[in-house]
């Protein structure tokens, strides 16, 4: 890479960090207030942990050379991984799975065992997050080798993490007192706007140079965005009479998702429908999940899950040869990149919701672990409970 280059992934990088503590923001606002400080920590814990895994085996298992299927261990502990471009590929893409896991937790917030959460953690960035990242992006991943576009994680980050929080719901099983209202709406207002900033580095970035490539990338990241919240809050007003923000801010984040795979093929005018219908089903989504009887407390899968399949899909749809060196979607002709699109879909939802639903069954099993918080510490809050500490103290308060 040239300096430009370099310089501006090692921004993207520490832009994509940034995410995951707006990410806690995002889930910690959404929460009860005895519960504030054990959420934003499920993300936190997250930037901790994944990064020891990353570098001494999860970057090998992800982009070792290995097999179609999964990376070998010639990399371990970043052996022969050179400062220069292959350690800042390491370094940006560790970014990547750091926040990966931390989406999952907004489907079992207020319930679930920080400590069997750590060993979940290392267990899964191994057993699912790398296998799928080498699938996908890595140079003989068999998804890589099929022709699946994922610029910049709509399978690999989104539709993984949703898969794996619907299974964490199921298996943890429903609130004993789930709240009627976010404890935190600015909380989660500034969450959004900080993934929202930080996702300049998650998209723009992916194409791993400072050119035309990252300009589109930026600009139809912002355009779907902008859209998707436009669109949830016009929805929200049709259907209240009133525009929630905590609801704005989801659908800005919705937007954000869906644009995430499609980000390096298609131009403006595909990033507004593709952020118009991510508006449009995740807001959908997010109404009928109550009725399905699986607390995904935080909605995980109807934002991250649905907007990631939207934008997979779309970007089969969407993507014009412009922005791929000859690439063509349904719009220029070709229905074969949908198709192969939906290859990605489907083998990733399928391959993460069964080995996330047999991991978290064994930690249950596990003397000493489980998934679930005894129904004294849920009602006192895992602020206390958990970690000895209240996120709201007034004056003269214990």
């Not at 990410?23 to 901790?48: D, H, K, P």
């Not at 992916?206 to 859209?227: E, M, P, Q």
Request: charged residues 10%; aromatic residues 10%; hydrophobic residues 55%.
């Amino acid at each position: 890479m040239d300096s430009g280059s370099i310089a501006w992934l090692l921004t993207a990088s520490a832009l994509v960090l940034l995410m995951t503590p707006g990410l806690a923001f995002f889930y910690g606002g959404l929460v009860r207030s005895r519960n504030v400080i054990s959420t934003i920590m499920l993300s936190f814990m997250s930037m901790a942990v994944v990064s020891v895994v990353w570098v001494l085996w999860g970057y090998s298992i992800a982009f070792g050379e290995g097999s179609a299927i999964v990376g070998d261990l010639s990399l371990l502990g970043l052996s022969g991984v050179e400062p220069g471009d292959d350690m800042l590929f390491a370094v940006f893409q560790m970014m990547f799975a750091i926040i990966t896991p931390a989406l999952i937790t907004g489907a079992m917030v207020e319930r679930f065992k920080f400590t069997t959460y750590l060993v979940f953690l290392v267990v899964w960035v191994t057993l699912v997050y790398a296998p799928i990242a080498h699938w996908v992006w890595a140079g003989n991943g068999w998804l890589f080798d099929l022709g699946a576009l994922d610029f910049a994680g709509g399978t690999v980050v989104h539709i993984n993490a949703a898969m794996a929080a619907v299974a964490a719901a199921l298996l943890v099983g429903k609130r004993r007192d789930p709240g009627l209202e976010p404890g935190n709406v600015p909380y989660v207002v500034i969450g959004a706007a900080l993934l929202w900033f930080g996702w300049f580095g998650f998209n723009a970035g992916s194409g791993l140079a400072a050119d035309g490539v990252a300009i589109n990338a930026f600009l139809v990241t912002n355009t779907a965005a902008a859209t998707a919240a436009l669109t949830w809050g016009i929805l929200s007003q049709i259907q209240n009479k009133r525009m929630s923000a905590a609801g704005v801010a989801t659908g800005a984040v919705g937007g954000l998702v869906a644009i995430t795979p499609a980000a390096g093929a298609v131009g403006v005018m595909g990033a507004l429908a593709i952020g118009f219908g991510a508006g449009v089903f995740c807001y959908l989504a997010v109404l009928i999940r109550p009725r399905l009887g699986v607390d995904d407390a935080l909605d995980v899968f109807a934002v991250h899950g649905i907007g990631g399949i939207w934008g997979a899909l779309a970007t089969g749809i969407f993507t014009v040869s412009v922005f791929t060196d000859g690439v063509k979607g349904l719009v220029e002709g070709n229905i074969e990149q949908l198709g192969i699109q939906a290859v990605g879909v489907v083998a990733t939802m399928a391959y993460s919701f069964i080995a996330s639903l047999i991991i978290l069954k064994v930690l249950d099993l596990i003397p000493g672990l489980g998934l679930r918080v005894s129904e004294r510490d849920e009602g006192t809050g895992l602020d206390v409970a958990a970690h000895g500490e209240r996120a709201y103290v007034s004056d003269g308060a214990d």
